[in-house]
């Protein structure tokens, strides 16, 4: 019996390993840019990342119709919203690459702006009941790490910083 749980044990970390592998090949997709990507994003410090158009798509409501929607069939260079930092541009890309699993910003000041930025991105979403919206993942994610590192020394900061937000980020609020 203790064989068989090892086994299934070892089986089920091999799995997660696989599945980590798995989420870091994805997030590799974007980066600099380079000729396999079909579609580039020019940040608001000038740097250029590229990613793919099609995993983007399918991965968020939002990039598909930015993308893929109407007139933007052609659209290779994207410039993405202007009040976010490059750095949470290029962590929500990586995000969203990753299909909303990548590892979280290491900084609060990031997570926070990642928090908006998703939150933006998903409330433009719409939840049209199509595929899965990684924006939203990103967004729980989120919303959880920062719910559980709230203390009395930085509530304050990720108050000031929610609050022009949006009115998603409200549950914070009421923790």
Excluded at 9 to 28: F, I, K, P
Excluded at 78 to 102: E, Q, T
Excluded at 142 to 147: D, K, P, V
Aim: net charge negative.
């Amino acid at each position: 019996l203790a064989t068989g749980m090892q086994l299934e044990n070892s089986a089920l970390r091999t799995e997660r390993d696989a599945l980590a592998e798995g989420v870091e090949l994805l997030a590799s997709l974007t980066g600099p840019v380079a000729t396999g990507h079909a579609v580039v994003f020019r940040l608001p410090c000038g740097e250029q990342i590229g990613g793919s158009r099609l995993l983007l798509a399918h991965v968020s409501p939002y990039y598909e119709r930015l993308l893929l929607g109407g007139m933007a069939e052609g659209t290779s260079d994207v410039d993405p919203d202007p009040d976010f930092s490059s750095a949470v541009h290029i962590a929500l890309l990586g995000h969203l690459h990753a299909l909303g699993h990548a590892a979280l910003p290491a900084f609060l000041d990031v997570w926070l702006e990642l928090l908006c930025l998703a939150a933006k991105v998903r409330s433009v979403s719409g939840g049209d009941g199509g595929g899965a919206d990684a924006a939203a993942i990103v967004f729980e994610r989120c919303e959880r790490a920062l719910t559980n590192s709230l203390c009395a020394g930085n509530c304050l900061t990720v108050l000031l910083r929610l609050k022009p937000c949006t009115a998603d980020v409200s549950r914070l609020v009421d923790a």
